[in-house]
């Protein structure tokens, strides 16, 4: 089976522009989960999206929004970028919610300047 | 607080020499407990889950963790390192919050031949 994809790998942006990164998860899984990774802060969750629903938000601005499309496939947008939301952004797929192990993409590297 | 912990940054081993990795977690009920690794540019790999029934779990590669609940405790352990295994390791529990996952802030193991 093909893994986890995420379009682009690497974008840069600069402040006060919004963003849509993809994530198309392995084939079979339904839910889809989004984390941030940096330096400074680790690897935190965004939010997860089971069937086609919300199910999880971490702690991040609304500028930090998701969905999730009928083919299970992600979108993550942010908007009015900010210098600290340069980060790699990690898509995950498990075949459901809860306590499944979730599979990794690549990552989107995003910059802002 | 759900919280991971892991309370070394690097590990160094000689090739050969057996490692441990060590994870403490804190988090209400039972706790699904998850070990990750990410090479450089790269996204995370599933090693090995913990969701009940034996202590120790083996997982890919080689790894196994053993599950301590009266020390809430699940440390990544390999009998013989390998150069190859050079690489950030991640610790994530799941607390029963759908897919969220908890990581700890990482372990950077260095195996010097």
Known sequence: KAGVTQTPRYLIKTRGQQVTLSCSPISGHRSVSWYQQTPGQGLQFLFEYFSETQRNKGNFPGRFSGRQFSNSRSEMNVSTLELGDSALYLCASSLYTGGYEQYFGPGTRLTVT | ?113
Not at chain 2, 17 to 28: D, F, G, I, W
Not at chain 2, 53 to 79: C, I, M, R, W
Not at chain 2, 91 to 112: D, P, R
């Open chain 2, 1 to 113: 607080a759900q919280s991971v912990a892991q309370p070394e940054d690097q590990v160094n081993v000689a090739e050969g020499n057996p490692l441990t990795v060590k994870c403490t977690y804190s988090v209400s009920g039972n706790p699904y407990l998850f070990w990750y690794v990410q090479y450089p540019n790269r996204g995370l790999q599933f090693l090995l889950k913990y969701i009940t029934g034996d202590n120790l779990v083996k997982g890919s590669y080689g790894f196994e963790a053993e599950f301590n609940k009266s020390q809430t405790s699940f440390h990544l352990k390999k009998p013989s390192a390998l150069v190859s295994d050079s690489a950030l390791y991640f610790c994530a529990v799941n607390g029963n919050q759908g897919g969220k996952l908890i990581f700890g802030q990482g372990t950077e193991l260095s195996v010097k031949p």
